[in-house]
């Protein structure tokens, strides 16, 4: 099993950054690929980014290149998204995630979420 911890949510206004945290413990010796995706009220779950964990590959949803990055730090168990530019299109709960396989078409683990709110 794998346990998941976000922090780092918010709130903030439009243009401001945020850095979401999340924290792996667990059998994490068998992930093989860890992201985040968000849902807001009444959307669909949309996935904004990948990172494999052994090969350093990422991936940004189109609607955030640019503006958010996804980083790592192994010896932490740890990875990031630093979120630029937020706009208020960004509300939405953010969920830390993590597979077995990357890339992967459905996430295995997941936390409990942190909220970002972006007001113009």
């Known amino acids: 099993q794998v346990q998941l911890v976000e922090s780092g949510g918010g709130s903030v206004q439009a243009g401001g950054s945020l850095r979401l945290s999340c924290a792996a413990s667990g059998y994490t010796a068998s992930i093989k690929c860890m992201g985040w995706f968000r849902q807001a009220p009444g959307k669909e779950r949309e996935g904004v980014a990948r990172?494999?964990?052994?090969?350093?590959?990422?991936y940004h949803a189109d609607s955030v290149k640019g503006r958010f990055a996804i980083s790592q730090d192994n010896a932490k168990n740890m990875v990031y998204l630093q979120m630029n530019s937020l706009k208020t299109e960004d509300t939405a709960m953010y969920y830390c995630?993590?597979?077995?396989?990357?890339?992967?078409?459905?996430?295995?683990?997941r936390g409990q979420g942190t909220q970002v709110t972006v007001s113009s």
């Open positions: 995630a993590a597979d077995l396989f990357c890339p992967t078409g459905s996430w295995r683990y």
């Open positions: 990172i494999g964990i052994r090969s350093g590959s990422t």
